[in-house]
């Protein structure tokens, strides 16, 4: 099984530039998360989709749109990228109901490196 | 208030020793609490989980979880070169919405 596949892994950007960050998870999962972790701040949440159809704000949502494209597809959008996301990326996902909900784990994407010069 | 809060190290210990990790989380309803490895460069991965009061074993490997305390520990016997990486305290609150919230992590050093 894949779990969480992100693309691309490392990226380049001018500032200004926009792109969409990619992600996909094959295990029926509802819910889905961004977030980005940067030097000694920990994994900071940008936005979540708790079901295909709706998301909702973290804790560092300016700068960025989202889409829940359907279950499987939950992507990043910069708009207009400036050097202070420069930041790892990191898309997740976990099983949020049904039998044992509250044990499952949060699975994640190898990582988006993205640099805005 | 952090919801999860961890000490940021960095933790060095001997080969063979004992690493000690600790966690403390403010929302007493709580469900969940999860221990996360990351190599540096790489995605965290998952380590265990832990929901009831007490200890859980794992290989090298012990959570322990005191609800009264709101306090999440795991413990890394007989360590190995192996074991250096950030270890991330996570914690499900169980509501609706967003559930999980990482502490910051602590970076474990095992010294050969």
């Known amino acids: 099984n894949a779990g969480v596949t992100q693309t691309p892994k490392f990226q380049v950007l001018k500032t200004g530039q926009s792109m969409t960050l990619q992600c996909a998870q094959d295990?029926?999962?509802?819910?889905m998360y961004w977030y980005r972790q940067d030097p000694g701040m920990g994994l900071r949440l940008i936005y979540y989709s708790a079901s295909e159809g709706t998301t909702d704000k973290g804790e560092v949502p300016n700068g960025y749109n989202v889409s829940r494209l359907n279950k499987r597809e939950f992507s990043l959008r910069l708009e207009s990228a400036a050097p202070s996301q420069t930041s790892v990326y990191f898309c997740?996902?976990?099983?949020?109901?049904?039998?044992?909900?509250?044990?499952?784990?949060?699975?994640f994407g190898d990582g988006t490196r993205l640099s805005i010069l | 208030q952090k919801e999860v809060e961890q000490n940021s190290g960095p933790l060095s210990v001997p080969e063979g020793a004992i690493a000690s990790l600790n966690c403390t989380y403010s929302?007493?309803?709580?469900?969940?609490f999860f221990w996360y490895r990351q190599y540096s460069g790489k995605s965290p991965e998952l380590i265990m989980f832990i929901y009831s009061n007490g200890d859980k074993e794992d290989g090298r490997f012990t959570a322990q979880l005191n609800k009264a305390s709101q306090y999440v520990s795991l413990l890394i016997r007989d360590s190995q070169p192996s074991d250096s990486a950030t270890y991330l305290c996570?914690?499900?609150?169980?509501?609706?919405?967003?559930?999980?919230?990482f502490g910051t992590g602590t970076s474990l050093t095992v010294i050969p």
């Open positions: 997740a996902s976990n099983r949020d109901r049904g039998v044992g909900w509250s044990n499952q784990p949060q699975h």
């Open positions: 996570a914690v499900n609150k169980g509501n609706t919405g967003n559930q999980f919230y």
């Open positions: 929302d007493r309803g709580s469900q969940s």
């Open positions: 295990m029926n999962h509802n819910s």
